[in-house]
């Protein structure tokens, strides 16, 4: 079987190395680099699949662990798979759980076989294998669904990720084999590329990776505490050895500077909940570096969000109304501040896409550091 | 100063003498009967302007005690008043305060010249008036506003509720004099006919009223509490004794069937929070009567809410979702709920204007109520 998805490569920007490209999918075509708004429990926080269309999100992820535990895979298999549940048309890329195995759940215990540990929420004892997360992915419906992982804590010793890797490369063919083996479908597996900040691991995980030809690779184990100078050289050392005929995908990276630093070495998708979970804090993401829009010195503003902004949000409410209603605990200030974020990162992989064509990306990275404030001697690790 | 609203009387449904009508304003035209959603902080709660439009609400409340606390009026003033804070260019009506004074504040003193009572969110000492009533709403600018009056608990002694008729008398025309003396505008200041359920005080009430020549008059005091037959019997010796050319609106109701007998009973307006209230709780309106959606029993019913139901939600998403949402405490979710059961409400209406056109209000009253369930020996007081 081969997958529906096909990435066609339409030029490289001349000043960063950056890629401009598409993703061809059966549900429509996705122009990279992307930032995909995460939706956990088949919805994206606060937001309808006519809003996230609106601010032109071109596909969406949602959470193969948080689904499996509810409502059930079955159910939403039954309900026609997650495109119909959530009334989402467009691509969906599912997670393996792999990440949320680790990061929730205290009580965990790993074999060659899988992982054993407890339901963050109801405490039950639960076990997921690569075939387990295969499976699951497969009722879910997602376009592109991921290999299951081991993502290791940062940091971590060179033996331990060692064994890692080989564990995480024999689990991602374990993977292959249960797809190969389900029922036929559309969707693309894409394997994770693990190995910390060791090189040679990283290396490794990719060799062993390719060899079993996926149709995209993710890069793993990045966002997990390391500073942002590490993701980039672990990018740095990454991305060329990956087949250019296929995407990558840096998981779990959304902000600002990491999107442009992340294209910049070669990446083509991005997700992250940072947008919408700041935005249910009251922060926003503007061309001047985040607002905390709840602040008193935005009582009396009249202003939009951002004023280089023409979103929904920005072309129809205030600094002052929003924070109102943020202070009042008014969900619809929070819808406003999601909405907001969502699209501040979209439209920004719009820019990066545009300057790239304009072979001026590193350029556009300077003036949109410069602004943001990221080049402040007091910028915090936005 | 002519007030800029008019009343246009279409018809009088020769079933039931319910009222068909008009009522124009300078934001635009209402047809008559109609329910209100209600904006207590400047926002439908969950909803954006645009959802509200897409249901065909044609004019929304707004709450002047809740405004004056949080953002404060001089604040929306500033904003360019209530309909460019919150992005509503149609109708707005604004009520007076005067019920949250008495339902929120445990500790008021009330005396001729107003009540003071203790803000419910800080604690603060505050004083309202007739005359600091009107000008907060003319700083919020709706284009119904509502005269000041007491409303006395259910029940109240007939010499209670003689003086507080006779106050909330002086109020009203206390409360014409500070609009006479304010800014002139295009706001349309309704009296409130107060008097519990003594027939000779509604009638007190009505005269008093009716002498300081409203442009619209509101029947309060009512869903306090006291069964629905007592809300009825107020509204037949109540409305017949209003001018004709003047509209009738019964304050804080919103269930199917009140709305329904309120029609019958010549009333004009309607407005309440039931709808998003029990949204926010999982539960719906529909054809076949209430539904809790976070029920067991809707969690593989891929239906949607209402099957006989048009709206947005029962387009695009199941019973099966929103209950996944709703369990999942997703915002999402509520947004659904309480968009639907506005959507229900305004569709009733809706289908009572049509009804009265065909002179069967009576017919479509019974089917309706058969159809809920009203009329099953175990119907709750819906």
Same mark, same amino acid.
């Given at each position: 079987m081969t997958a529906a998805i096909r990435y066609e490569h339409i030029k490289t920007c001349q000043q960063s190395g950056a890629r401009l490209g598409r993703i061809h999918t059966p549900r429509g075509t996705i122009d990279t680099p992307v930032f995909m708004p995460v939706g956990t429990l088949a919805t994206v926080k606060m937001m309808s699949p006519e809003e996230l269309k609106e601010m032109d999100a071109q596909i969406i992820l949602s959470n193969t662990y948080h689904l499996w535990l509810? /409502?059930?895979?079955d159910l939403v298999e039954e309900a026609g798979g997650l495109h119909s549940f959530m009334n989402w048309d467009r691509p969906i890329l599912t997670d393996s759980g792999g990440f949320q195995v680790f990061s929730? #759940?205290?009580?965990? *215990?790993?074999?060659?076989?899988? =992982?054993?540990?407890?339901?963050?929420i109801s405490g039950e004892r639960l076990f997921l294998s690569p075939e387990k997360a295969v499976h699951i992915q497969q009722s &879910?419906?997602? *376009?592109?669904i991921m290999a299951f992982d081991e993502c290791p804590p940062y940091p971590a010793s060179h033996a331990y990720m060692s064994d890692s890797v080989a564990r995480t490369s024999r689990w991602a063919e374990r993977c292959l084999e249960a797809q190969e083996q389900g029922t036929p479908s559309q969707q693309a597996l894409f394997?994770? =590329?693990?190995?910390?900040?060791?090189?040679?691991?990283?290396?490794? #995980?990719?060799?062993d990776l390719i060899s079993l030809d996926f149709p995209g690779y993710a890069i793993g184990g990045l966002s997990v505490g390391e500073p942002k100078s590490v993701m980039n050289t672990v990018l740095e050392q990454t991305t060329p050895l990956l087949p250019s005929g296929k995407p990558r995908y840096l998981m779990g990276v959304g902000s600002a500077d990491s999107l442009i630093d992340g294209a910049i070495r070669g990446v083509d998708m991005f997700d992250c909940v940072l947008p919408t979970r700041i935005g249910r804090n009251g922060t926003c993401m503007t061309s001047e570096g985040r607002k905390v829009i709840r602040n008193a010195e935005?009582?009396?503003?009249?202003? /939009?969000? *951002?004023? *280089?902004?023409?979103?929904? =949000?920005c072309r129809n409410y205030s600094r002052a109304y929003i924070r109102h209603l943020i202070k009042a605990k008014e969900t619809f200030g929070f819808r406003l501040t999601s909405y907001h974020n969502l699209h501040f990162l979209i439209?920004?992989?719009?820019? =990066?896409?545009?300057?790239?064509?304009?072979?001026?990306? &590193?350029?556009?990275?300077?003036?949109?550091?410069?602004?943001?404030g990221f080049n402040r001697p007091d910028a915090k690790n936005f």
């Open positions: 509810r /409502p059930g895979e929730l #759940s205290d009580l965990r *215990d790993i074999d060659e076989e899988g =992982v054993r540990f407890r339901n963050h &879910l419906g997602a *376009d592109i394997g994770i =590329v693990q190995g910390g900040e060791y090189e040679d691991l990283r290396r490794q #995980s990719i060799d935005f009582a009396r503003d009249f202003r /939009p969000i *951002d004023e *280089d902004c023409s979103c929904y =949000v439209d920004l992989m719009r820019k =990066v896409r545009l300057a790239i064509k304009q072979d001026r990306l &590193l350029d556009f990275r300077e003036e949109f550091f410069e602004q943001y």
